[in-house]
């Protein structure tokens, strides 16, 4: 996977911070603290980039920091580099699996292989929020 990093703005919101992501409407986060803002933009951003993949939606490149041009509606605290991997190319694997469990995914998929990395993308997004990565 290739590592990009997209530009954040935090913003206060009430008692709070607020992010968002300029190059990906609809990315966004939240936290008490100015450190628990940025800390949860990285899960946010991650979450955003798994799903536009998952749907097949263009993933934008990210802008630099220094072209975003400041709105004077948003109390701006920080902007900030947030870094994410952004899916590569499909590559072919051979693995073994027990027949009745294929089997039953064939059953209730049309694509094995999108049905596997579909598993496998929702198996990585649980473990990263028990482990809080």
């Known amino acids: 996977m290739t590592i990009a990093l997209y530009p954040a703005i935090i913003e206060r919101a009430g008692a709070g911070f607020s992010v968002f992501f300029p190059d990906l409407p609809g990315c966004t986060s939240a936290g008490a603290s100015l450190q628990e803002a940025a800390l949860n933009a990285e899960e946010a ?28 509606e948003v109390d701006e605290v920080a902007r900030i580099l947030v870094r994410a991997e952004l899916p590569g190319k499909s590559v072919r694997i051979n693995i073994t699996l027990d027949e009745g469990l294929v089997a039953a995914i064939d ?22 929020e028990v482990v809080g990565v």
């Open 45 to 72: 951003l991650a979450g955003h980039l798994i799903e536009l993949a998952r749907y097949k939606e263009p993933i934008a490149q990210p802008s630099t920091i220094d072209d975003l041009e400041p709105d004077p």
């Open 107 to 128: 059953r209730v998929a049309a694509n094995r292989s999108g049905f596997l990395a579909d598993a496998a993308r929702d198996a990585l997004a649980s473990r990263r």
